[in-house]
């Protein structure tokens, strides 16, 4: 394995050794590279004042990315090219077209905030960009201002959705992909800083071969969750293995069995075929923090972490979803909600991780709905999140699985209430009826997201809410906010 990490930046391949294989792509552009344009401003993925954009060939593609600068490690950036704030100005010293849309409309007062949404509009510039609004609030959630109210800041991510104008990187499309192509070819990353080891495997094989030599290794994949760790907590981690370069763990594809994700899958690539199978299940990954987080979250870290308030595996539950783990000694599929145990304790044995989950294809008699209940819509961590999958006979309760996340140390099914509606009539007694024995099913506790009698209630009346938007023909589908989901 190679010793040094290799990327992209201004045209040139650069070349890192030695470093501390969990510093930050932030603190290494502010400290050592000198350049500030890129802000700390919360050091958690919040924000957005830390974003920068990430160029790689995706199937011979180039592809840009908005990402968080604050919480992504420095060796990840091995293969890929980098893009800051100072990067976009033309040769000349001219305004970059998403910085001259910015100028125009007024879109910047202290200015603090004004190069995280610059990069987010560049990256949104080099994908597909669109006009509606709705959707320019999506690309932008991750970006906070506390000055200017965001409306000037949209007027000119409109400006350029609407515009053809092209930059200086389309015309270095073609230099720059096959810069990363070459890199691409190289072999595994292996670093040693002190006594730290980051290892970088390419294949399955390599990764099954160092989890075996290093089984309590932290294994990384999106670093959303383990890039507070260092800067939130200021832990040290002995070893790192990460996993976002092996391609095998980033495929999608449709089975016989379901549609299966690798466990490197992101939320962003995600987003699409789950919506295409399960409309709510692509709105539940729309409410999941920032572009920024989507960009780098995974669904088998949402899944492999086991936090009870993961938005993921609420829905995948209910769907009956089986998780595909591996270890040097061979492959292990279980029921994804045997994974979870307790609070911190999965059914993940030493030197195992997850490898891919698949969903299985809808049932035409089916019903599925899933909901997020928050302080904010955007951005913002569960305080409850349910799903439901309902299958009747006539208006009998054929089958029903409902799962909650922020009701106890796991996301778990409410066994006893679905034992009571099943074969029943699928109406308003029989909810009434069964609803006091969520009770029984959880004991939710208080916290700073909720009260405990609060998940209580809220849980009970989005099992009410599902009924009536799968009962009540002239109901709206969707009774509160967009896409089956509320704000507390």
Known sequence: MRQKVRYVHRGEIVELENIDPTKTVLNYLRYEKALTGTKEGCAEGDCGACTVVLGELVNGKLKYQAVNACIQFLPTLDGKELITVEDLKEKDGALHPVQKALVDANGTQCGFCTPGFIMSLFAEMHSTPKTDRSHINDVLAGNLCRCTGYGTIVDAAVAVAQSSEKDRFHTEMTATSALLAALKKDSGLHLTWLDRHYFAPKTVDELIDVLARYPDAILLSGATDVGLWITKQHRELTTVI??????ELKEIETQEGGLKLGASVTYSDAWAPLAELYPDFGELIRRIA???IRNSGTIGGNIANGSPIGDTPPALIVLNARLHLRSK????????????IDYGNQDLKPGEFVEAVTVPLPKVDAKFATYKISKRFDQDISAVCAAFHLTLKGDTVEDIRICY???AGIPKRAHLTEKAIIGQTWNETTISDTLPLMEEDYQPLSDMR???QYRMLAAQNLLRKFYVETSTPEVPTRLLGEGGFACA
């Open 329 to 340: 000694d061979g492959p292990r599929d279980i029921p994804i909600e045997d994974f979870f």
């Open 450 to 452: 909720a009260s405990n």
């Open 405 to 407: 996340g922020g009701m």
């Open 290 to 292: 920032s572009t920024q």
């Open 242 to 247: 990460y996993l976002g370069q092996i391609q």
